[in-house]
């Protein structure tokens, strides 16, 4: 009996450490997750000419108001009668020549008819980590004639600290397709989005939502991919907008002698912008992929210099053995070519649709395209926010 009254009173003690630990583990992760997000910063963005107002994500859903997915939505209208362009940036934070590009519109852009709607950090809560096991650098820099840019680097994922713990399979809402866990942190795996949903899945919700309220025509949605994969260096299109994209991707191969190839958006792959928003909404949708070799896995380290020239021995030797799906050479693939080709497939994409739908016309200019792109550098494109009044 008093071997059985021992053998308790460890089992209470141990319990009660083990309670006392959980607690305090807790409490210090609570802790070190708030102090991470009170150091966390975004990137300054200069309004451009055509810049008429900046609202939150929130303002078309309230469940993501005060969290880390809310995110500045940028308008740039002209005041002319025309359609309406959502471009989405940072849907993928790993993939920075679509936010890049957002960026160069915002400071850029002319809208002379019609208005672009422009989210260069789509997850924002992305934009607040990194994929540990790639040792991924937080920040980097773009060199301008007047100094240095500076623009975060994230993940591909929702910040697991935002949305905890992934699931052992995921089910697409509302088609029921399963994915793995992890793709329920993928902001690109959950639109349409539900307001009741996950976290990654309210600010697809919110984004649906914007679409809805502001009557979009067309959602361009720009992204990055390695460069072995074999779908780089396209536009994936939905049913209906294969049209523009065809068009669009002749005209930027015939006027600038960038090729870029054109596919269908598939019907079975759920949860993609090009599918869900253009089954689920009125708008178009056109997904569009450049070739990132930091995205690849038998590149060496993944450093800053890797991201902005895309140069690497080892992917080098392996487009040697015919196993890169893009050209790839000393050169290796540019931050200026990455967004030279989002920048000139975006305006060719409008140009195209203003021609096809008159009544949905976009007319912008001032962004430069491709060639002046490669020529000059993206940094001079930049402006500094220093002098932003």
């Not at 009996?1 to 305090?24: E, H, P, Q, T, W």
């Not at 290796?332 to 060719?348: A, F, M, W």
């Amino acid at each position: 009996m008093a071997f059985d009254k021992a053998s308790n009173c460890g089992k209470s003690k141990y319990s009660r450490s083990a309670v006392i630990v959980l607690i305090v583990t807790v409490a210090m992760t609570a802790w070190s997750g708030r102090l991470i997000m009170s150091s966390y910063k975004v990137e300054p963005i200069v309004p451009g000419p055509s810049v008429s107002d900046i609202v939150r994500l929130s303002h078309y859903f309230p469940g993501i108001e005060g969290t880390p997915g809310d995110t500045d939505v940028y308008f740039l209208d002209s005041g002319n009668p025309g359609g309406t362009v959502l471009v989405l940036g940072g849907v993928h934070a790993t993939e920075v020549a679509g936010m890049l590009t957002g960026v160069l519109l915002i400071e850029n852009a002319q809208v002379n008819q019609g208005r672009l709607i422009v989210i260069p950090h789509s997850n924002n809560s992305g934009f607040t980590a990194q994929p540990a096991e790639d040792a991924f650098v937080p920040v980097f820099h773009i060199q301008t004639e007047w100094g240095e840019r500076w623009f975060r680097l994230g993940d591909r994922l929702t910040n697991s600290v935002h949305q905890w713990p992934d699931p052992e399979a995921y089910a697409h809402y509302p088609s029921g397709q399963i994915l793995s866990g992890s793709e329920v942190r993928n902001l690109n795996r959950c639109f349409p989005g539900r307001p009741d949903g996950l976290f990654t899945e309210k600010i697809a919700y919110a984004i649906t939502q914007l679409i809805e309220a502001e009557a979009c025509d067309l959602v361009i949605d720009l992204h990055e991919a390695s460069a072995m994969y074999p779908v780089v260096n396209v536009m994936v299109a939905h049913d209906n907008a294969i049209d523009i994209a065809g068009m669009a991707a002749m005209t930027m191969e015939f006027e600038e002698g960038v090729n870029i190839g054109v596919e269908a958006s598939p019907v079975g792959l759920r949860g993609l912008s090009h599918r869900e928003i253009g089954d689920h909404t009125r708008a178009k949708v056109i997904l569009m992929e450049t070739a990132n070799p930091m995205m690849d896995w038998v590149r060496g380290r993944t450093t800053e210099d890797l991201l902005l020239t895309g140069q690497d021995e080892f992917m080098l030797k392996a487009s040697k053995k015919g196993l890169v799906r893009v050209p790839y050479d000393e050169q290796g693939v540019p931050i200026e070519e990455r967004v030279g080709r989002h920048s000139s497939g975006l305006q060719q994409i409008l140009n195209t649709m203003s021609l096809m739908y008159p009544d949905s016309a976009v007319q912008v200019e001032g962004v430069p395209k491709y060639a002046e792109i490669r020529e000059h550098g993206l940094g001079h494109f930049l402006k500094n926010p220093a002098e932003d009044i």
